[in-house]
């Protein structure tokens, strides 16, 4: 059996698996397919609720893992958990759970989400110019929904292959509620068991953990006071072991994160409503590699604090309706780093290398600290006259960045740290019109601003001196509702990018400037996404929806560079699903194709005798692709009824049913004269079985 078979061999059986939960009853499939969009819903905004992401095919059973079901996300490379929204960067994307940010959506492979389903009412996707309400992102807003706690005692056990995960909630008295999750994965050590032992040589395998408790008390019946605890860690180690040590590879990614947060809100009897909602957390990442006995290494410590603040009430009711929310949203960031190795490794976006080469021998060192603050004002005003709804907005911050040390070390000099205090407006707009009560019209647009990452303001590896990114939203969609059977939202957009963090195109940047901020960018795009209501015949039932996007995500990383594609760019991406019910089997089928990623050829190599290895020679920066993408996917699942309130389901999902070699990546030979094609999962089976109460 050939190695590449093997791999694909052993992640069918760890995908292989069988579950058992007492849980919540599911909601209908079908209530995803059509829903009254909200008065304030911006052009590409999409909301699925949590009981329906689990039944989507291709999500295994997770509501996060259904976010790419979404026209305006992207398809990420296999392991990567990355969020790609509207060629925007995953880092340009926040992610918000009761007011708290948290630092990533999925752990690490992207298999899971961090928050269970038990946790989530519903997960609402802002590709581009989201509310005032929010900043800090020139990407995409992703907020997530706590779950009610309900009355009474309700659980869930679940275990499969990759991991085992338990909820418990429980009303305690008359005014208190407490909900309580955790998961645990041995996926390593369940491959390192049925697979051959260098399988973590090509495939990073995962290991992570998650808890979350949240207490929620009625203080009165107009207000409640939430406390909420979140922890997260992971870690994904890949090694390669060969006789040669010069070719021996070895990488360790760690990362985890806690929150702690409470959540006030009191609703009054006039329409009004008050929230306030103080956190503290950590985050922790740590990056290890050897490459042929050369290090690297990264270490981020990261203490957070935050405090967002919001009251809104109504001015004027009637024919002509007025409001006002204004609030407060401030966020604190204290970090400590080092880094050690060389520049290119872990690479960047844009930087110009292929998947295995050796970084370069050249060796730094580096160790600083980096204080932020960010303390923004935001006010909007919803008007609604008739058919028109208008929400402008406007966001006022001003960012601090202390870094430590604006320059390297050099000789005996003292240290000099570097303060700045930006100020940036915000402006943002929303309005709505309804020609009808079928048809509308959706125009937004904003200006939005996200500061430089801690990591980057190294005097060594980044520049101190970085400052506030900027981009321009604007998108406009329509809203077409015909005759009750099909609903069509088509939208188009544009994102302008200026003030990007890029690296410095001199061979020998300047003391403190290997990154710059002269980078521009430019994302255009639109999206059409067609949702057929469910047509019920007796105990038959048939709905569907299918979306198409369109999208080109451009970079410049200097004036004087050319343009070129972004890393994450997919041109085309198509997406249709089919839902039916028939005696009480529901099935999910979901196609998906998408562009193939870019990359950067190879089109020569060379000994470099000082150093003892091969060097390829590349051609044009991102100038050819992988072949397209193509899934099919399959999930099954029956109820049968014990009872009045007693349940059992049956679920079976098949991913990739046609079993198609999709090229994940290119790996090259030591001397880079040979290549062959890495492909993702064949067709994998999960198997499920249910009890809900």
Excluded: C, K
């Excluded at 992207?74 to 990567?80: D, I």
């Excluded at 995960?165 to 407490?178: E, I, K, N, P, T």
């Amino acid at each position: 059996m050939s190695r590449a078979a093997g791999i694909r061999r052993a992640l069918l059986w760890v995908l292989l698996a069988s579950r058992t939960a007492q849980a919540q009853p599911q909601s209908s499939p079908f209530q995803t397919v059509i829903r009254a969009p909200r008065s304030d819903a911006r052009p590409g905004e999409w909301t699925l609720r949590s009981e329906d992401g689990t039944s989507v095919a291709g999500g295994l059973g997770d509501p996060l893992r259904a976010l790419d079901t979404s026209a305006a996300v992207a398809r990420p490379a296999l392991g990567s958990g990355a969020v790609v929204v509207w060629g925007s960067a995953p880092s340009d994307t926040r992610v918000v759970y009761m007011g708290m940010e948290l630092p990533w959506l999925y752990h690490q492979g992207g298999l899971r989400g961090v928050l269970p389903a038990s946790m989530l009412q519903d997960v609402t996707l802002s590709p581009a110019a989201f509310a005032s309400d929010y900043g800090r992102a020139q990407g995409g807003l992703i907020v997530l929904s706590p779950r009610p706690i309900e009355d009474g005692l309700h659980g869930e056990l679940a275990a499969d292959l990759l991991d085992v995960s338990a909820s418990l909630s429980a009303q305690l008295g008359s005014r208190l509620h407490v909900a309580f999750a955790f998961r645990y994965s041995y996926l390593d050590r369940v491959l390192a068991a049925l697979s051959r032992p260098d399988l973590g040589d090509f495939f990073p395998l995962p290991q992570y953990v998650d808890a979350q408790l949240r207490l929620s008390v009625r203080v009165s019946d107009q207000s409640s006071l939430d406390a909420v605890v979140l922890a997260s860690s992971d870690a994904l180690r890949r090694a390669r072991a060969s006789g040669d040590a010069s070719r021996a590879q070895s990488e360790l990614w760690q990362q985890s994160f806690y929150r702690l947060g409470l959540a006030y809100e009191r609703r009054g009897a006039d329409g009004s409503r008050l929230q306030l909602v103080p956190w503290l957390g950590l985050d922790r990442t740590r990056y290890e590699a050897s490459f042929g006995g050369t290090p690297a290494a990264r270490d981020e410590d990261a203490l957070l604090y935050g405090l967002r603040a919001s009251y809104g009430a109504p001015l004027v009711r009637g024919a002509l309706a007025a409001s006002l929310r204004v609030g407060l949203d401030l966020l604190g960031q204290r970090s400590e780093l080092s880094r050690s190795g060389s520049l290119s490794r872990p690479p960047r976006e844009g930087d110009s290398a292929v998947f295995g080469q050796r970084p370069g021998f050249e060796q730094s060192a580096d160790t600083w600290s980096v204080h932020s603050l960010d303390l923004a004002l935001h006010t909007s005003l919803p008007l609604r006259l008739r058919r028109l709804f208008i929400e402008p907005g406007l966001r006022l911050s001003g960012t601090l960045i202390d870094a430590s040390r604006l320059l390297p070390h050099v000789g005996a000099a003292p240290p000099i740290g570097s303060r700045e205090l930006s100020f940036a407006l915000e402006p943002r707009l929303l309005a709505r019109l309804s020609l009808r009560p079928q048809l509308a019209l959706i125009l937004a647009a904003g200006l939005h601003h996200q500061p430089p990452a801690a990591s980057d303001l190294s005097a060594v590896f980044g520049n101190p001196t970085l400052r506030l990114q900027r981009a321009v939203h604007g998108s406009f969609s329509f809203e077409w509702m015909l005759r009750e059977r099909l609903q069509i939202h088509a939208t188009a957009y544009l994102r302008v990018l200026d003030q990007q963090v890029a690296r410095s195109p001199l061979a020998t940047p300047a003391l403190g400037r290997a990154l710059t901020q002269d980078g521009s960018g430019l994302s255009y795009g639109g999206q059409l996404v067609l949702r057929v209501p469910a047509l019920h015949i007796s105990r038959f039932a048939l709905a569907g929806w299918a979306s198409y996007a369109l999208s080109r995500s451009e970079r410049r990383d200097a004036p004087q560079a050319a343009v070129r594609p972004f890393a994450w760019d997919q041109t085309h991406g198509l997406q249709a699903a089919l839902q039916a019910r028939v005696f009480g089997l529901t099935s999910s089928l979901r196609l998906r194709y998408a562009t193939g990623l870019v990359r950067t050829p190879v089109i020569g190599s060379y000994y470099n005798a000082w150093a003892d290895q091969y060097e390829p020679l590349l051609g044009p920066l991102y100038s050819v692709r992988l072949p397209d993408f193509v899934q099919l996917d399959l999930r099954l699942e029956y109820t049968l009824r014990l009872g009045s309130r007693l349940g059992l389901s049956v679920q079976l999902e098949i991913q990739n049913i046609s079993n198609q070699a999709n090229v994940e990546e290119q790996a090259y030979s030591h001397d880079f004269t040979a290549v062959e094609p890495i492909v993702g999962l064949p067709t994998v089976a999960v198997l499920g079985l249910r009890i809900a109460r």
